[in-house]
């Protein structure tokens, strides 16, 4: 005999269904029984990103024979692309398929495209014949070959996109945040999510990357294969036990029509008077526009404003149809300023991306040249070091969290520490120490090579050690952890409540641009200086490579002197909204 379930058990969660299309009950659906298969198949996502991505350069120089600034442009490349296609993730997720069917269909060519990768490795014709690197007699891979590396690498970047989109969203429709007891439950959700994330780099970073330089690349991708599986298999069998949200809809459209209607508009003369202008106030029984956050008014990008003049070719009598692409409430404009305002932010961020790229590019290949021994007998591998970079960033999370916020909330009357703009600067501020750290050490590099007739022997070990490089991936590591958490903050909380997926795409925009923007930046790099001295020679030992990293660290100089002065102008949306006599809106947990 079952006992009766209470009022509570039986309980529909508002705005969610099962798996049957009918409202899904507290009792049986989401929670922690849906959300650890969620989190499962996130830790094993980074687990074979990573996995690949860190040791890829490796791959391409030794085994595929490419050049060095080459192989830093296929892995930037790679991650950029990952990165950039999660706007289409999102998009595709919020438009069509939904979370749950973006995340399935993500893992699944994710997987496709790493099985490719393995095969790769495994089928003799397609890897160039071995040889010395560096010899006259190595023969850099061909079109066929280049052809089945990229077809695995962009199939899986595609993946990893559509399932990044979504995967962290799908793992908060599985708690109710108008339960007191689910929101508590949901932000622990994000500290298991962050922490398995960070478990699944480390686990990439040395075991996976272990075995594919001790054991063999095959078995290190077939892992990497076989994991992917493995964490889709369990992401759908928890099929039944999930809460699914219904399409929210294109943002972009919003912002699209906002622009449009300005733009039909031009000619038409402002009113002295904002209170004339179309808004919220003036629909009737639209329920969904009225449950925005209001925002006040502003007298900056004055243009859009005409988006929302009533005239005799606007339908209007007391009801309006939203989103025609002539007429826009003003309360849509403002949000549209909102969102203008993040913008430069967003540019002056990106080039600390850009410096996080030559941590899994040059960096590496400058480990592959050094004393990687522990001991006498067990030798790390060059792309192990990036287990630095993640430890980095743990610590400097569980500092932050421990050390500097009860700090703030102490001495600076400040619960939640650091602003996200101070944040990024700090962040900013590591980058740049990275790249001197990064080219002292390389300039001492070669001074060892030179010293000991190293120099035109590009396998040669140089009696150096590897850990010289450790600086550089402590300061970017500690970077990251700042600026990503301060980022991802700042775009969340700034932006207006229904743009919040358009807003993180930003965010996610600009560690793709960072990667994009390094792959250019190493090109014309290499082009102009191929003719003297080459600066990304192919030969290390032969380079210049501490000038890059000079240039890189006046660059961020130059960055940061903008971000420091568009962050001094720069008000932020919860002042806005004091000033007019707004409460702000919970903006939920801050996470990805």
Not at 363 to 375: E, F, K, L, N, Y
Not at 430 to 456: D, W
Not at 474 to 497: H, M, N, S, W
Request: glycine share 8%; net charge positive.
């Amino acid at each position: 005999m079952t006992l009766p379930q209470t009022q509570q058990e039986t309980k529909a969660v508002a705005d969610a269904w099962d798996y049957k299309g009918q409202p899904a009950l507290k009792s049986t659906s989401g929670g922690w029984s849906g959300a650890a298969m969620i989190l499962g198949v996130e830790a094993v996502e980074r687990l074979v990103t990573l996995g690949i991505a860190v040791n890829l350069v490796v791959y391409l120089t030794r085994t595929m024979h490419l050049g060095n600034a080459s192989a830093a442009n296929i892995v930037t490349n790679f991650m950029g692309t990952s990165y950039i296609l999660t706007l289409l993730g999102g998009y595709v997720a919020d438009t069509f398929l939904g979370r749950y069917l973006t995340v399935g269909v993500g893992a699944t060519v994710q997987a496709i495209g790493v099985t490719i990768l393995t095969f790769s490795t495994i089928v003799p014709s397609l890897q160039p014949p071995k040889c010395d690197l560096g010899s006259a007699s190595c023969i850099p891979a061909n079109g066929k070959q280049l052809a089945v590396l990229f077809t695995a690498l962009y199939m899986t970047a595609l993946g990893t996109a559509f399932l990044k989109s979504s995967v962290s969203g799908f793992g908060t429709d599985q708690f109710d945040e108008s339960d007191p007891k689910e929101k508590g439950r949901m932000i622990k959700f994000f500290s298991w999510f962050f922490f398995l994330i960070n478990v699944g780099a480390l686990t990439a970073v040395t075991i996976l990357v272990y075995i594919q330089d001790k054991v063999g690349r095959k078995f290190g991708y077939g892992i990497c294969a076989c994991a992917i599986v493995v964490g889709l298999v369990v992401f759908l069998s928890g099929t039944k036990k999930y809460r699914f949200k219904k399409l929210v809809g294109n943002p972009l459209a919003q912002f699209a029509s906002v622009f449009v209607a300005a733009w039909r508009k031009r000619h038409m003369k402002l009113p002295s008077d904002a209170s004339v202008l179309f808004n919220v106030d003036d629909i009737i029984g639209d329920e969904n526009v009225k449950d925005k956050q209001k925002l006040p008014h502003s007298k900056e990008f004055r243009f859009l404003d005409k988006a929302a003049i009533k005239d005799s070719s606007t339908e209007f009598s007391g009801t309006a149809i939203l989103n025609n692409w002539n007429l826009a409430t003003l309360n849509d404009v403002e949000e549209v300023k909102l969102v203008i305002r993040m913008l430069p932010t967003w540019g002056t961020t990106i080039m600390f991306w850009t410096v996080y790229a030559q941590m899994t590019t040059f960096s590496v290949s400058q480990a592959t040249t050094m004393d990687r021994h522990i001991g006498k007998s067990f030798e790390i591998p060059p792309a192990s070091l990036t287990a630095f970079f993640v430890a980095s960033v743990m610590l400097v999370i569980v500092f932050y969290d421990r050390i500097i916020v009860p700090l703030c909330a102490r001495y600076l009357n400040n619960p939640h520490g650091f602003t996200p703009l101070q944040r990024i600067a700090i962040g900013l501020v590591m980058s740049i120490f990275a790249m001197i750290a990064a080219a002292l050490t390389e300039i001492r590099r070669l001074n060892v090579a030179q010293s000991h007739g190293l120099t035109n022997n590009p396998n040669a070990v140089i009696p150096m050690s590897v850990f010289w490089l450790v600086p550089q991936f402590l300061l970017v590591g500690g970077g990251e952890a700042l600026t990503y958490i301060g980022q991802l903050d700042f775009f969340l909380r700034e932006c207006p409540k229904g743009m919040k997926t358009m807003s993180t795409g930003l965010f996610i925009s600009t560690i793709s641009l960072g990667f994009f923007f390094s792959s250019i930046l190493v090109s014309i790099v290499d082009k102009v200086t191929t003719k003297t001295r080459p600066w990304l020679a192919d030969n290390l030992n032969q380079g210049k490579l501490y000038d890059f990293y000079w240039l890189l660290a006046i660059l961020s100089v130059l960055n940061m002197m903008l971000f420091f002065y568009c962050a001094k102008r720069y008000v932020y949306k919860e002042k806005r909204l004091a000033e007019a006599g707004i409460q702000m809106e919970d903006s939920g947990p801050v996470c990805h």
